[in-house]
């Protein structure tokens, strides 16, 4: 069975841009998360997602948003990067949204230049 | 506001020996703690759970202990192995809550000498 898969695993960009980042979530998991983790704050939450609805959202600016897709992918996407924006990018998925053990994927190292 | 804290960051332990990491949580409310281990350029790893109607839950070669009444967990590593080497994190949550309710520690690095 395969695991969580983001893509891509590293990105570099440019302060101002914008990026987009995916991750599939395990056949039949129907809950993702995104977290942002940097070695000053940690780990956080970014937002939830289950059956293609936002259920939960961390405290982040109106520049980090999210969707889910009828197949469960889902894709997050910062827009006008800053340097903070730098960290690594997590996604987990859970088979139901509540209680239940999170499987998270490799990351996506995000430097922001 | 309520958070999760780790006692220590850094814990250096000799191969073969039992380590022990700490964390400490505030939040009454919780019911649900899990363990991570993050190894370099990898996501976070489950390792065990437990809830807070237990105070004791082994799995293999790992032991949580849960101390309600000074909102203390412990992850106890039996006979540490270099493949232990990582980051561990401890979690807290509801656990009617959804994932988004899950509160991460900031993680203490284990470090296994040879």
């Known amino acids: 069975k395969a695991g969580v898969t983001q893509t891509p695993r590293y990105l570099i960009k440019t302060r101002g841009q914008q990026v987009t980042l995916s991750c599939s979530p395990i056949?039949?998991?129907?809950?993702v998360s995104w977290y942002q983790q940097t070695p000053g704050q940690g780990l956080q939450f970014l937002f939830e997602?289950?059956?293609?609805?936002?259920?939960n959202k961390g405290n982040f600016p109106g520049r980090f948003s999210g969707r889910q897709f009828s197949n469960s992918r889902s894709e997050m996407n910062v827009s006008t990067l800053e340097l903070g924006d730098s960290a690594l990018y997590l996604c987990?998925?859970?088979?139901?949204?509540?209680?239940?053990?999170?499987?998270f994927g490799q990351g996506t190292r995000l430097t922001v230049v | 506001g309520e958070s999760v804290g780790l006692h220590l960051p850094t814990l250096s332990v000799q191969e073969g020996d039992n380590s022990i990491i700490n964390c400490a949580y505030s939040?009454?409310?919780?019911?649900?703690f899990i363990w991570y281990k993050q190894e370099s350029g990898k996501g976070p790893q489950f390792i065990i759970d437990?809830?807070?109607?237990?105070d004791k839950r082994q799995g293999q070669r790992v032991t949580v202990l849960l101390n309600k009444t000074v909102k203390h967990l412990s992850l106890q590593i039996a006979a540490t192995q270099p493949g232990d080497s990582a980051v561990y994190f401890c979690?807290?949550?509801?656990?009617?809550?959804?994932?988004?309710?899950?509160?991460f520690g900031k993680g203490t690095k284990l470090s296994v000498k040879p």
């Open positions: 987990a998925s859970s088979f139901r949204d509540r209680g239940t053990e999170a499987f």
């Open positions: 056949s039949g998991h129907r809950s």
């Open positions: 997602y289950f059956s293609e609805t936002q259920r």
């Open positions: 939040n009454s409310a919780s019911d649900y």
């Open positions: 437990i809830r807070s109607n237990m």
């Open positions: 979690a807290e949550m509801n656990y009617g809550g959804s994932q988004g309710n899950l509160i």
